[in-house]
Nanobody, 115 residues
Framework: QVQLVESGGGLVQPGGSLRLSCAASGSFFSRSLAGWYRQAPGAQRELVATITRGDTTTLADSVKGRFTISRDNAENTMYLQMNSLRPEDTAVYYC?????????WGQGTQVTVSS
């Protein structure tokens, strides 16, 4: 069984930064495609960023140049560095991994960008 625990969310002013972390249990993290999704109130969940086992990354157009995804396989942890935050980045952020044994989601962490 794989468990994912996100942390690092909170309230930040526009233009500010946050770093989200996703800690994974189990032994499959290093062999998994990993990603961050977000869901704003009344909206569908959307893909924000992905990172492969080999550290190839993709970013949604709306966050390119502002967000960075990374992973530390030795620590079973994935990160999302978010800079130049905007009010439209407000959402619950979820981490996701596609492991050989299945797809798993974290419980989500709230990010609110407001002055």
């Amino acid at each position: 069984q794989v468990q994912l625990v996100e942390s690092g969310g909170g309230l930040v002013q526009p233009g500010g930064s946050l770093r989200l972390s996703c800690a994974a249990s189990g032994s499959f993290f290093s062999r998994s495609l990993a990603g961050w999704y977000r869901q704003a109130p009344g909206a569908q969940r959307e893909l924000v960023a992905t990172i492969t086992r080999g550290d190839t990354t993709t970013l949604a157009d709306s966050v390119k140049g502002r967000f960075t995804i990374s992973r530390d396989n030795a620590e079973n942890t994935m990160y999302l560095q978010m800079n130049s935050l905007r009010p439209e980045d407000t959402a619950v952020y979820y981490c996701n991994i596609r492991a050989p044994v299945g797809t798993y989601w974290g419980q989500g962490t709230q990010v609110t960008v407001s002055s």
